[in-house]
């Protein structure tokens, strides 16, 4: 009857040139007893360890781009499966050259994974669901940047009404609880009420969602299709005074991902992909504060969740 | 009139799965004013910076064999030099495939690197020099492991006589000093002898060397080509009691690694390449300095010189 674990775990959140210690983008999401990785680093595996998080539990990894501060980690972390003995099928989802990138990899170190690599390219012109398990759908959001690019809103599904304990009698079966979850009213083998559904249920809770855009210019108009997600995560690369740099190489300000998370009604903003040129990220945090009031540094080690 | 540096640091030394905070194979050494990188496993930036080496410094990379735990780090570190601003020329030396898998990387991201990439793919059968600078030769050495794999042998060439400090006359040139440092009597105009040579200096020190042997299994037959050097650095990713296993999947055991430390009577012996089965790795150095003494667990962060 406990409420399952949505949890977001940063990994790594420095752009291009990692500094002072920070790794590349990687995050790992668990939802229910699922476990997501988003964006793969260089160091993702030696992050998983650090943070106690278990590689062969991650059911899909989502590579947004395929610029190598969001990708060299993928190698290594899927051979290592590979040498632990993984067996379980594993789904990849990025862009068409990832497969590439990976078959070259295994004929140079002459490897054949002991475990089903399922690869699905990416096409990220338009918003699609690519994924879907028993919590979660998956979808891209299309995002602009030097290479082809896409983000990805996780949203739960299936969300179950809340047994009310206090009311709940003793003696129900497992198959009462269930049908109580279904929705459904307790009736007796001769079809009368015993008790309905809304007298020991509460509504279900909000389907939680998590969006990521990471790497990308501003692009107001995701607005939609970020509206009211739990947790935003967005990339702010620079500074406002840095905001010409920032779209002619097609990242983001601090102050324009606030502005993003203002005008989709977000409820919480995590700002990574940090320049090497930003020691103290305080200012990175002040900046977007006076646009958006709760909003976090998404940095390694922190684990985020959906406010109650 | 200092002596030239001559300093080799572990950067990693875990063999394929990274464990307990132990990254993967990555070696610097600085001779003179002269930096290589030896194999380069994932994260070798950011152990790099960890260890406060600067990556724009190194002027040559040398990659044993095509291994994800050997590479994984390369292209990262290729990137972030082409980002940091490099202009300045690096070679590279590795197995042919290697020049792919960079290609393919660089075609992905969009990037076309600012500096000279000189790759020198290996063929890796038999000993050859594949690298002179001022300071070194470097050659290779035959190894013999699940994919195509060379060993390097670097050894300081062109030694000067040391001068005789207390000797020395107060007011002597930079001219005669370098004449004197080349071996050559000081004359005066008419060419007659103000100091012979052997009066101002002392034999020049012995040419230092180090060798790096990883991934291999044992091989008693390179006694010969590692005769007598300074460090010997070997893989010992198992110890005896796994000696089976270390051959089924040619790699050397603690114990093989001290032999043939013996056999070539080296001066010092390095145990590295740790399989993630030893936590504690105590036990592999008592095994091998049952067999050889000067032995040391090469442990990133440590740096290691020939010994005076």
Known sequence: LIDLPFELTILGSSSAIPAYGRHHSTQHLRVGNKNYLIDCGEAAQNQLQRFKLKPQRIDAIFISHLHGDHYLGLVGLLSSMHLLGRKRKLDLFGPLGLGNVITLHLKYSDTVLRYPLDFHPLD????????????????????????????????????????????????????????????????NPQGDILYKNRELTMPPRKSRSYAYCSDTVYLPENARLLKSVDILYHEATFMTEKELRASHTLHATAGQAAELAKKAKVNKLLLGHFSARYKDLSPLLREASGIFKNVYLAEEGQVFMPDE
Chains 1, 2 share one sequence.
Do not use: M, W
């Open 124 to 187: 990220v012109e338009t918003q699609v669901q690519i994924y879907e398990d028993k919590y979660v759908t998956v979808k891209t959001i299309p995002l602009k940047h030097r290479v082809p690019c896409t983000g990805f809103l996780f949203r739960e599904k299936q969300i179950e009404p809340r047994l009310r304990k206090q009311r709940l009698p003793a003696n129900l079966s497992i198959e009462q609880i269930r049908k109580l979850k279904k929705g459904e009213d307790l009736v």
